[in-house]
């Protein structure tokens, strides 16, 4: 009887809060859902590469909570980086792999940033408010195995 009681309560827990997230809004987005058409979140490259496809966007944080009528201190930080990792032939999502940012400023600055999995991609919040071209470097390790993704991304 008491492992009855203690396996409802768990179950009725969990089902309070994957409820309470279903729904949850994230800025305008469902959490597992990214608007192409909402202009404050751009794919800013889409890349192939030893059997993986990687799709990069960007999220101007300040854009999209002024669109909210809400205005957020983000510690310094513009925007949100997301990399989605896909497998090349089944196009299943990665979510088991450990993703790193370093971020090349238009005035030679640099910085690095840690991504957490989130909404089936990989994401964090980093600094591009200056105008000019930056240099975007992405470590992905996947297992074992290494994957670095170079390209450059103009802020206008």
Same mark, same amino acid.
């Given at each position: ?22 729904? $949850? &809004? %994230? *800025? +305008? !987005?469902?959490?597992?859902? @990214? ?9 800013? #490259? ?25 205005? $957020? &201190? %983000? *510690? +310094? !930080?513009?925007?949100?980086? @997301? ?9 299943? #999502? ?28 990989? *994401? ?16 992905? #390790? ?15």
């Amino acid at each position: 009887m008491k492992k009855f009681y203690l396996l409802s309560v768990v179950l009725g827990a969990l089902l309070i809060y994957s409820i309470s997230f279903a729904g $949850m &809004d %994230m *800025g +305008g !987005m469902k959490m597992g859902e @990214m608007k192409s058409s909402d202009m404050a979140v751009k794919n800013i #490259k889409n890349v192939t590469s030893r059997g993986y496809k990687f799709e990069f966007n960007l999220i101007d944080m300040k854009m999209k909570m002024k669109k909210k009528g809400m205005e $957020m &201190d %983000m *510690g +310094g !930080m513009s925007h949100h980086l @997301m990399v989605f990792v896909k497998d090349e032939k089944s196009g299943a #999502k990665i979510t088991d792999a450990k993703v790193k940012f370093k971020i090349f400023a238009p005035n030679g600055d640099e910085s690095q940033a840690m991504a957490m999995l989130m909404n089936g991609g990989y *994401g964090a919040d980093v600094n591009m408010s200056e105008k000019g071209k930056y240099g975007i470097a992405c470590m992905v #390790k996947i297992g074992d195995k290494k994957e670095l993704v170079k390209f450059n991304y103009v802020i206008k």
